[in-house]
């Protein structure tokens, strides 16, 4: 996209970077909580049972419960494909 003759302003315009992507903003992120080992998924038991739920599904929701018995602060960035 031209900047430096914009709405006839001529050639007086600087050579300035703009950014179009109304996406980039700043964040501020707090600081990490470590999860391993917090809990220990049984994969023995897990197929031992019959369910219709799978085992990462099993695992987050332990590992979930856990951290909400702690008052971790816990968000999933990215949702698993089964959650869409």
């Known amino acids: 996209m031209p900047y430096g003759d914009y709405r006839g302003a001529g050639r007086r315009g ?3 970077w703009v950014r179009l992507d109304p996406g980039m903003k700043r ?3 707090g600081a990490a ?7 220990h998924f049984d994969f023995n038991a897990y197929l031992s049972a019959v369910t219709r ?6 695992f987050e929701a332990q590992l979930l419960a856990v951290a909400r018995a702690r008052n971790l602060s816990i968000r999933w960035t990215t949702p698993s494909p089964r959650q869409k």
């Open 14 to 16: 600087e050579k300035v």
């Open 27 to 29: 964040v501020t992120h």
């Open 33 to 39: 909580v470590d999860l391993k080992g917090l809990v």
């Open 53 to 58: 739920r799978f085992a990462l599904d099993v």
